[in-house]
């Protein structure tokens, strides 16, 4: 009994900090990409990059959004 207790304990522990680890803060890699292009952290360079790359995501989402209501659209 205490044996799969632990084990379900255990599991559920996994489950959430596999969680955790999937869904990056996308501000985090932004940043991330903005330091691997060799922007120095506290200049209007880095900021600027730190703004595009978010836009630019932001972009993307709404551009899959409108895909996805397109295709939708036309299977019904």
Same mark, same amino acid.
């Given at each position: 009994?205490?044996? @799969?207790? =632990? $084990? $379900?304990?255990? %599991?559920? $522990?996994?489950?959430?900090? /596999?969680?955790? &680890? %999937?869904?990056?803060?996308? $501000?985090?890699?932004? =940043? @991330?990409?903005?330091?691997? +292009? /060799?922007?120095? =952290?506290?200049?209007? &360079?880095? &900021?600027?990059?730190?703004?595009?790359?978010?836009?630019?995501?932001?972009? =993307?989402?709404?551009?899959?959004?409108?895909?996805? @209501?397109? +295709? /939708? *659209? *036309?299977?019904?």
């Amino acid at each position: 009994m205490l044996g @799969s207790m =632990r $084990i $379900i304990a255990f %599991s559920a $522990i996994t489950l959430v900090l /596999g969680a955790c &680890a %999937s869904t990056p803060d996308p $501000i985090v890699e932004d =940043r @991330s990409r903005c330091d691997a +292009y /060799g922007f120095m =952290r506290g200049t209007d &360079a880095y &900021a600027n990059c730190v703004m595009t790359a978010d836009r630019d995501r932001q972009r =993307r989402i709404e551009r899959r959004a409108e895909e996805r @209501s397109l +295709y /939708g *659209a *036309a299977e019904e």
